[in-house]
């Protein structure tokens, strides 16, 4: 018979050392946690090993043991975790650890009016980091109902609060969600789903031949892992709540850049990686127009923080830039509207142009842009120039220092070629 919280503090004593004896831990588990005599200090515990074991049983692929950690009598959680088990599994995992925030520990009311005991809602922190693709663990938050088991164990007994996750949005990634169809190629990691996977040989190839045409022009700014994560999957859930932490706009892009927080709270720890989004809708696309658009991605990618705060037509018509190099001129295809919309620029586009109707055109635009800038002083100077305006600084100063140019200067030299470009 499972025994509430106040019998566990004066008799739970010996069967915690008991149940004490050593589990295979994993090297990669964080500290076992202290506590201070709090309310839930002996509740904790028990949660605690739960999660290791959870973690262990991730990391050496032990599908018998992470069902341990479950609550059997749950064919639908069994079914829903046997989908996160093989997710996991077919992963690059270098580090993976779970601990429970104490502090968050809150009893189900009513639940120890049942014949099994107490029930608990609590959030826990999971540590995870992709071998090769994430230069720290990344560290994300969920919350975790736990139930009593006859053998005066919590195991959990379900992974998801839809009130909890409402209110904590940006918090999941796809593995979470449903099933994965994960691929590799060369530095690449590729996470599909059953509906996009036919497609993986194309975006693969394009972002394993992309890394080393993007690095040509740019390096490898951000030079933290060898490796880039591709998403391509339908359900966009993952999406939810990243603002912020994206290159694009999650609800209009082709494809995104996204800034994997190694705490996301703790803001100045940085960036663990930085993943790419393609949409499945441009998936039926030419392979060329695949390749052009994550080329464009990992160009953001590879920077990484460079240029932080540098404007948008520097940052995006950079990317443009870059992400056309490999392509023989007459492949170089320009928006419909770019040439009207460039023939009535007065000056470089702002957050405004970017966001409104014609955004695919001012791309073009800033786009020409570089292209003037890499043509008339070198590719070498389109980097100075992000350095420069990295962090928010003065644009007019920054022009006039590097180019000993304007705001309108620039963008009408910019389309001025692009027009004799594509109109002879």
């Known amino acids: ?8 503090r004066t008799t739970l004593a010996a069967l915690l050392c008991a149940a004490a004896l050593p589990l295979a831990a994993c090297s990669d588990d964080p500290p076992p946690p202290t506590y201070s005599g709090g309310a839930y200090d002996d509740v904790a515990t028990l949660m605690q090993r739960t999660l290791s074991q959870r973690a262990a049983a991730l990391t050496r692929h032990d599908p018998a043991r992470f069902r341990r950690t479950l609550d059997r009598s749950d064919a639908g959680l069994l079914e829903s975790q046997q989908t996160y088990f093989d997710n996991l599994s077919a992963l690059p995992v270098g580090k993976l650890w779970i601990k429970v925030d104490k502090e968050t520990i809150t009893p189900v009311e009513g639940s120890d009016l049942g014949a099994g005991g107490e029930e608990y809602w609590a959030e826990v922190v999971v540590g995870l ?30 992974t998801t609060d839809h009130d909890w996750e409402s209110d904590h949005p940006g918090n999941t990634q ?37 890394r080393s045409d993007v690095r040509a022009v740019v390096g490898d700014g951000n030079g933290a892992t060898s490796g880039v994560v591709v998403y391509s999957v339908q359900d966009p859930t ?20 996204i800034a994997v927080p190694a705490d996301a709270r ?26 052009r658009l994550v080329r464009h991605e990992l160009t953001h990618a590879l920077l990484g923080p460079r ?35 460039g023939s009535g620029a007065t ?17 073009a635009v800033s786009w020409w842009a570089c292209e003037y800038v890499a043509k008339t002083y070198g590719e070498d100077v389109l980097l100075t120039l992000l350095d420069r305006l990295a962090g928010g600084a003065d644009q007019a100063e920054a022009l006039q220092e590097v180019l000993g140019l304007s705001g309108p200067q620039l963008v009408q030299r910019g389309v001025a070629l692009m027009t004799t470009t594509y109109r002879g």
């Not at 018979?1 to 566990?8: D, I």
């Not at 703790?266 to 949409?279: D, L, M, Q, W």
């Not at 443009?320 to 040439?339: D, F, H, I, K, T």
């Open 307 to 341: 240029g932080r705060g540098a404007p948008l037509w520097l940052s995006e018509g950079l990317a443009e830039y870059v992400s056309v190099r490999p392509m023989s001129p007459g492949q170089r295809r320009l928006p419909a509207r770019a040439l009207d919309v």
């Open 174 to 210: 796809p593995w979470d969600l449903g099933a994965i169809r994960v691929r590799e190629a060369p530095g690449v990691l590729g996470i599909f789903d059953g509906w996009t996977v036919d497609d993986a040989g194309t975006v693969l190839d394009a972002a394993s031949n992309g």
């Open 266 to 291: 703790t803001p100045g720890k940085g960036a663990a990686s930085y993943r790419i989004f393609v949409n499945p809708r441009v998936l039926g696309e030419p392979s060329s127009v695949v390749g």
């Open 129 to 158: 980091r992709l071998q090769g693709f994430d230069s720290t663990v990344v560290r994300t938050r969920d919350r975790y109902l736990f139930v009593p088991t006859e053998d005066q164990r919590l195991v959990v007994g379900s």
């Open 1 to 8: 018979m499972w025994t509430g919280p106040a019998e566990l």
């Open 347 to 363: 000056d470089l586009p702002g957050e405004a142009e970017f966001a409104g109707s014609d955004a695919e055109a001012w791309y």
């Open 238 to 257: 993952f999406l939810d709540g990243l603002a912020g932490q994206t290159v694009g706009d999650p609800d209009r892009a082709d494809g995104l850049t």
